[in-house]
């Protein structure tokens, strides 16, 4: 082809030129044809891509298509049920819902109900009524002074930085209609996160955003400012996200602005690669004394920490900590490894650390053999979406629930997977204010109340339809999965607590 391009160049233009002298009409054909050429011999004599070396001009095409794949593949390949991270069925259901549109299906289900991994809840014969307004939980153990009821459906983890600022605001606009909670993210809280008086959960980064030293240190006094704002209801201490446990969280230069750096105290256009540790303490013990010590700090409000599990007996070491000191945390959020990101490793995105289910039935029955289940409440991370999900987590042993990519539906995200690139077409996962002026912040905030409002109605529908009264009488035994064709389990069978096992001497 390379060849070829040699040989016909000359011929082209030639021919272009004879055409536009005979008809002067047709000039424009001239401004086509040499860029086009001039594109080709470029090409031909590049050395760093092989494709366009061997086919000038035509080589472009490959990675015009490879650009667009992930449209070609949501909009004309992809069918209601197929898609991934979140399949079309799924964001739809959130997009109705957020625009308080239709959302009932016609015809049925669409999926295969005797396929390995479909299930499901048997309903009563009898149901009840139960309201959603009743979904919720107050969060705060025997040293807490400063409980906090939430709604047990809130905003996960995101970062301003890692969202726009337009995409916060309407978040935290959306938190204050609806009556929940917004997580910041680790990258610290942003006037954005204030605006709106929406209710915070501040979660502490290994990176200590907002809460640092010049030299990347933990800053006691900076914290105590910060945690002692009247918007901040509870502290997280984020040990690993789901999405890369074990690696520190990635802001990529093109999104880390002037006013970014300035509020979490970095260098500007810089990528920032928060450590995959904690600076602040070491090991099981220094965990829960640090727990304690910023406790103390907020003067009381409910302290926690997030994970992904790994090693188990890691944690089985946290909870000999908690025993030995009589120092809990108040709440323990589990990530599960099919968490969300705008940028991770490939090989820490799909190979590392324990799914939601299967962490959160490990932490659950190892805090009850411990016998300090009672002082704990458990939030559950991860692709949760629908009520069922809801209701799902819940009967593996969470108390309540967190979602980021179901809020970000909500504003309007079209899974593009462009977030780590800074060019997000929804405005979303990006800086740049052309992309973000189109994400109205009003309009996005009602839309994301509405999602909420609308999911907590759909999961109160379920608990009434199984006959019970509250979210919470549905255990691990009420959950059925098909695992083969003729076999069914339960949760209770498949998450088995012989298998999820606290012990000292481990």
Known sequence: MRKLFFISAPFVFALSVLWVWYNPKVNFILFIVIPLLLIGYYDAFQTKHTILRNFPVLGHFRYMFEFIRP?????????????????????????????????????????????????????????????????????????????????????????????????????????????????????????????????????????????RNEDGSFSEELFQEQANLPNVKMIEIKLSQGAKPGHGGILPAE??????????????????????????????????????????????????????????????????????YD?????????????????APLEFSDYVGVPLYEGLAFVHNTLQTAGIRNHIKIIASGK?????????????????????????????CIQALRCNTGKCPTGIATQNKELMRGLIIEDKAQRVANFHKRTLEAAAEMVAAAGFDSIYAFKAKDIYRRVEYNKVMTYEEIYKKQDYYYCKEA
Not at 295 to 318: M, Q, T, W
Not at 335 to 341: F, K, L, S, V, W
């Open 327 to 343: 120092i809990y945390p108040d709440f323990i959020t589990v990530d599960g490894a099919e968490g969300g990101t705008g940028a």
């Open 384 to 412: 949760i979406i629908s009520g069922f999900d809801i209701i799902k987590a819940i009967a593996l042993g969470a108390d309540t629930c967190n979602s980021a990519r179901g809020m970000m539906f909500a504003l309007g």
């Open 255 to 324: 999104k880390n602005t002037e006013e970014i750096a300035k509020i979490r105290k970095v260098k500007p256009h810089t990528d920032i690669l928060s450590p995959p540790y904690h600076s602040a303490f070491e090991g099981a013990e220094g965990l829960i004394l640090f727990i304690d010590k910023l406790r103390k700090l907020s003067n009381g409000k409910p302290v926690g920490f997030k994970l992904c599990i790994g090693d188990k007996a890691e944690f089985s070491n946290v909870v000999d900590a908690m025993k030995k």
């Open 71 to 211: 449209e070609i593949q949501q909009y004309f390949i992809e069918d209601d049920v197929n898609g991934r991270p979140f399949n079309k069925r799924t964001r739809t259901l959130v997009y109705t819902r957020a625009k308080k549109e239709n959302e009932k299906i016609p015809f049925g289900t669409q999926l295969h109900t005797h396929e390995t991994g479909y299930e499901w809840i048997n309903h009563s014969m009898f149901p009840k009524h139960f309201s959603y307004e009743d979904l919720r939980l107050t969060f705060g153990n025997k040293d807490c002074k400063q409980p906090y009821n939430a709604s047990i459906y809130n905003i996960s983890a995101m970062s301003f930085g890692a969202l726009s600022k337009n995409a916060i605001l309407a978040l935290n606009k959306g938190a204050k209609l609806g009556n929940f909670a917004h997580n910041t993210g680790e990258g610290s809280i942003s006037p954005y996160h204030l605006q709106h008086n929406g209710d915070l959960i501040w979660q502490i980064g290994t990176g200590y955003f907002g809460c």
